[in-house]
């Protein structure tokens, strides 16, 4: 059974700094691509951040560009969002989500349904 579980999330003041971190178990972490979406008050989810298996390929959402780095740990079987600059408008629940395809060369970008595994979500809130 694929398990996501995403630690980190947290209360920060405006321009702070928080990283995510997505721990995963029951698949081949390093094989396949994963993705950070996030869900604010009264929105639909939303892509925020993709890299692929080895992490020679990312793309971002254009409102986090610059400010958000997504990253992985294969031997972690981890992976990561580092977010600085952080705004009031990027209070959301943050999730991780992994495809199943392996090695694929292009991560799926904001394609939610090609994501196939999720985890429960971690509360980041930015406070002006």
């Known amino acids: 059974q694929v398990q996501l579980v995403e630690s980190g999330g947290g209360v920060v003041q405006a321009g702070g700094s928080l990283r995510l971190s997505c721990a995963a178990s029951?698949?081949?972490?390093?094989?396949?691509?994963m993705g950070w979406f996030r869900q604010g008050p009264g929105k639909e989810r939303e892509f925020v951040a993709t890299?692929?298996?080895?992490?020679?390929?990312?793309y971002y959402a254009d409102s986090v560009k610059g400010r958000f780095a997504i990253s992985r740990d294969n031997g972690k079987n981890t992976g990561y969002l580092q977010m600085n600059s952080l705004k009031p408008e990027d209070t959301a629940v943050y999730y991780c989500?992994?495809?199943?395809?392996?090695?694929?060369?292009?991560?799926?970008?904001?394609?939610?349904?090609?994501?196939?595994?999720w985890g429960q979500g971690t509360q980041v809130t930015v406070s002006s």
């Open positions: 989500a992994a495809n199943r395809n392996e090695f694929a060369h292009f991560p799926p970008q904001d394609h939610i349904d090609s994501y196939h595994y």
């Open positions: 029951g698949l081949i972490f390093s094989r396949h691509a």
């Open positions: 890299i692929n298996w080895s992490s020679q390929i990312t």
